[in-house]
Every structure is written in structure tokens, then in C-alpha cells.
């Protein structure tokens, strides 16, 4: 199994014992990823510490107030790490606005130009955006792999396939309030599939009451197995081999 997207530095446990638990239920890959120039170093260092580890650095839509070229040199000096394999997490968020809707786009942008240049894949966040962010990638992003992540618009999902989005769903598709999520979910091709926590958010219905972290992907991967009529290691086996064609891990 692996883990496509978590925020090992915001998760309480020690890295160490993150990894650790991680790794004894199966997840044998990690994407931690960064929002802000901090959380991209730190992300970089616990790469650097466990082999099971690696690094997206980007700015979140919800950092991207002000975002200058002092901000998207310091996005190129970190891509340039061995250990980064993908931008991100960036996009749009209207949701809580925490940046000025021009900064976020103008970050964005920046971002999908430097997956396009670094030849890396682009990490997507939206929120209450959905038109908004497919717009901006449609006419910015050709022939950039993208990654859905904590996939959220089910009603897109025809058009977010034919663009060849790779699709990750979060343990919310676990939830029962979230059936139209689930329902996407059994439509996406093996290929196209990826799965993570979103660490420490999102906990899967299974353990919700605690707060989640990497080693949780399992019970992801259990549920969308069973919803798509899989053995657990079948899809586990899956979503690796789909994480290793997009990232090269």
C-alpha cells in the first residue's frame, strides 16, 4: 500500500513513530507534503530522514496571499531536491478565502508551470471551486500529469477522466454521508486510481474518532476494495503500482 498524500508535520506522533505504524500495516511509500515554505522544508527533512518518505513541496491556495516571485524562487530552489516528486499541494479554496482569489490563481499558475518544467506531477487542491480550478488547469496545464487529490467533485469526475487526471479519494469517501463520492469511486479506471489520508484530516469511518495518520490508509484501501468487488492486497498492490508510474518512487 501506500499513502499518496498525508501532512506527516502536522500529525502528533514523532515521525518516527508515524512511519513505524505505517509501515507494520503494509504502506510501503509515503507523500508528505508541504503548504507553505516551512512545512515544504520540513516535509524535505523527514524524506531525508526515512526511505519510506517523500516530499511534495508547494503553496496551498490558502498561504498564497502575496505570492511573488521571491515565494516561487523559493518553490524552485526546493523542487530542486532529490527527494521532491511532485508541486503541490496547489489550486483553488473559496471556500475559506484565506488568500485573495487573484493571489491564489496567480500562485497557481506559477506552480503549474514549474510541474511543467521540472517534469513533476501536479498535486491539486479545490474547494467550492470546482469550475474555477478545472477552468485554470484546462487552459494552463496541458500536458502536465495531474493528481486529483481528496477527489471532491463527483459531478466532474467524466470530465476530470478525460482530461487524464489521476484520481485519490481520502477516508471521506468512507463516509456514509458521502455515497455520491463513494459512487464515483467504483467508476474510476484501475489505472487512474490513487489512495491517501490527508493526514491528520480525514479520518476513515472505521477509526474516525481518532485523529488520523498514514498507517489509517489502510482501512481506505479495505473500503474501496470491497466497494469495487477487489481483494484488499489486489487494490493495495494497485494504487502502488499507479503511485510508482506517476511519481517514480
Known sequence: MIDSHTHLELCEPPDSELVAAAVAVGVQRILTVGIDGASCRAALAAAEDFPQVYA?????????????????????????????????????DFY???APRADQQRAFA????????????LVIHSRAAESETL?????????????????????RLTECL?????ISFAGNVTYKSASDLSEAAKLVPEDRLLVETDA??????????????????????AFLAELRGVRTEELGATVQRNAASLLGW
Open 110 to 121: 506559477a506552480q503549474i508551470e514549474l510541474a511543467r518544467e521540472t517534469r513533476k506531477p
Open 135 to 155: 477552468a485554470q488547469l484546462a487552459a494552463e496545464a496541458d500536458g502536465v500529469q495531474v493528481i486529483m487529490h481528496c477527489f471532491s467533485m463527483p459531478e
Open 56 to 92: 511534495a513541496i508547494g503553496r496551498h491556495p490558502n498561504a498564497a496571499k502575496g505570492f511573488d516571485d521571491a515565494d516561487l524562487a523559493e518553490l524552485h530552489a526546493l523542487a530542486e531536491h532529490e527527494r521532491c516528486l511532485a508541486i503541490g499541494e496547489t489550486g483553488l
Open 200 to 221: 491528520p484530516f480525514l479520518t476513515p469511518q472505521a477509526v474516525r474518532k481518532q485523529r488520523n495518520q498514514p498507517a489509517f490508509v489502510a482501512h481506505t484501501v
Open 96 to 98: 475559506r478565502e484565506g
Open 162 to 166: 478525460a482530461r487524464g487526471y489521476a
